[in-house]
């Protein structure tokens, strides 16, 4: 787990410095009865981040599964 998890940091520092700061993506208004909100810009270098940090809850969960698995009923 501490590997995969390492490799996911090192990943997303890697994407974090080589994605423009400056690279945006605008995302248009959207209204209905119960969303409602604006259009605004969204970094494109935070979707990267997104994607790995949902892959390291993953490995999160994969392992605290195995631990209670392998764990001896009391």
């Known amino acids: 787990m501490l590997l995969a ?3 996911l940091i090192v990943l997303g520092v890697l994407s974090w ?3 423009d700061s400056s690279a945006v993506l605008h ?3 959207f209204s209905s009865r119960v969303v ?3 259009p605004r ?3 494109i270098r935070w979707l990267p981040i997104l994607f790995l940090g949902l892959f390291a809850f993953k490995v ?3 392992n ?3 631990r209670l698995e392998t764990r001896d009923p009391q």
Do not use: H, K, N, P
């Open 36 to 38: 409602s909100y604006g």
């Open 60 to 62: 999160v969960l994969a």
């Open 5 to 7: 998890l390492a490799v």
């Open 41 to 43: 810009d969204v970094e």
């Open 27 to 29: 995302v248009q208004g």
């Open 17 to 19: 410095l080589t994605i």
């Open 64 to 66: 605290m599964r195995a």
